[in-house]
């Protein structure tokens, strides 16, 4: 594997970060997961621009355009021959003193990582996953805004302990006022009476490129969407459930907290946004290899 770090490749075992980093002292810096289909890279503009904004929010300067970015990852895909397959594109606040401010970081480090992807097992897209509202709630929007696509995952993480100590994939996070947010990797969508419903942003969930690309699909397919506040109440009566990310794109939801939602099986309108989605993955995206 070849792995791009500041403009140039290394082999896996020479690709290295300094550990006066402050990525890894203070987890500051942001990233992106991204996709590979069919030779596309998917949705790469809309991935980069989520992660300038990101680096903006930080205050985080990405010493490259937006542009010359875009053809790095390009390029890290082509250096491992890849058409299908995951992209982690990591910026860090880059190397420090052993304080935590990041005015004595001279420059940010670019690092971007072309890989096989590990996927779900098939069985939750057929069957759906079962999964549990945690504890631990999602972070308020004005401590470290949920929006902003963070090498602080620690939020994150303990849900997902809380996940694993249950025994299923994935958690629902309610925000302090107990209204859904998001799940730790994904965002959350129910279907009630044929319309489609998701949290606002506001609520304290990454503005998700998937959630996006599933929003689309639904005005394309003529399906009512809103983003009101919903409350775990209103996910145990859905008829439909599913999560929406990078990693898992769409997956249903079968039960949360012991309650069956729906029919327990996917649903129709859950299956006809995923064929939609697998559609746009074939067109929508940037081409990696011009053949
Ligand atoms: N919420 C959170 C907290 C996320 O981290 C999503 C929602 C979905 O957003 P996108 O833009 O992907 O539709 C994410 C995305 C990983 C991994 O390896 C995590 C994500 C994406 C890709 C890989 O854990 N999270």
Redesign the pocket.
């Known amino acids: 594997m070849k792995v791009y770090i500041d403009g140039q490749f290394f082999d896996e075992a020479d690709a290295k970060v300094s550990v006066f980093d402050h990525g890894l002292l203070y987890g500051d810096g942001v990233f992106e997961?991204i996709r590979m289909y069919h030779n596309r890279v998917f949705k790469l503009r809309e991935h980069i621009e989520r992660l300038f904004w990101s680096a903006k929010a930080l205050l985080l300067e990405i010493p490259m355009s937006p542009a010359d970015l875009i053809a790095a990852t390009l390029e890290t895909c082509r250096q491992n021959n890849l058409r299908e397959g995951y992209i982690r594109l990591v910026v860090t606040r880059g190397k420090g003193t052993l304080g935590l401010d990041p005015r004595r970081c001279p420059k940010a480090s670019v690092i971007i990582i072309a890989s096989t992807i590990q996927l779900y097992p098939d069985k939750y897209y057929q069957e759906g996953l079962t999964i549990v509202t945690v504890p631990t709630t999602r972070m308020l929007v004005n401590s470290v805004n949920?929006a902003i696509?963070s090498l602080n995952y620690l939020n994150?993480v303990l849900a997902r302990i809380e996940a694993n100590n249950a025994g299923v994939e994935e958690a629902i996070m309610l925000n302090t006022e107990g209204f859904v947010a998001?799940?730790?990797?994904?965002?959350v969508f129910i279907v009630q009476k044929g319309r489609l419903y998701t949290p606002p942003l506001s609520a304290g969930?990454?503005y998700?490129?998937?959630?996006n690309t599933v929003l689309d699909c639904a005005r394309e397919l003529g399906i009512t969407s809103s983003e009101p506040n919903l409350t775990r109440y209103d996910l145990f009566i859905a008829d439909e459930m599913f999560l929406?990310?990078?990693?898992a794109e769409i997956v249903p939801v079968v039960k949360v907290d012991g309650r069956v939602i729906g029919t327990g099986r996917p649903g129709p309108v859950t299956a006809k946004l995923v064929a939609a989605f697998h559609e746009k993955t074939k067109t929508d995206g940037e081409m990696i290899f011009s053949d």
Do not use: F, Q, S, V
């Open positions: 997961g949920p696509k994150n998001e799940c730790t990797g994904d965002n969930a990454l998700g490129i998937t959630r929406t990310g990078t990693a």
